[in-house]
């Protein structure tokens, strides 16, 4: 078994690889907007790009933890979701209230998936 660390800093990785599977670390918004819309689909777009680069892509994720600082933000948070989903790929997935490292930030989302 190998495991391949992308980006290993000294607290974490930002994605490792072991057995086909690709775990990415908690990605967050690093837009200065304070609009859920908007840091929903920075981070979206930072998950893609991360993913590009473990050679996969949203199309193969399994699991979704989705962290919201303001459960009002729900709704317009899964618009952006629903949107940037291709059909049938759905991943498992929670969406849970937490207070964030930033006060800035409304959402950070963790994802796995598939190589």
């Not at 409304?106 to 190589?115: D, H, L, N, S």
Request: negative net charge.
């Amino acid at each position: 078994m190998s495991i391949q660390r992308i980006d290993p800093a000294s607290r974490y990785s930002e994605a490792v690889i072991v057995n086909g599977l690709v775990f990415c670390a908690g990605m967050v918004p690093d837009t200065d907007s304070n609009d859920i819309t908007l840091q929903t689909q920075n981070v979206l777009s930072q998950v893609d790009a991360l993913l590009a680069r473990c050679q996969s892509s949203k199309d193969k994720l399994v699991d979704t933890t989705i962290y919201l600082t303001d459960f009002a933000d729900y709704a317009a948070m899964n618009a952006v979701w629903e949107q940037w989903l291709s059909p049938g790929c759905a991943p498992a997935r929670a969406t849970v209230a937490a207070k964030l490292a930033d006060p800035h930030w409304k959402i950070e989302i963790k994802i796995t998936a598939a190589q």
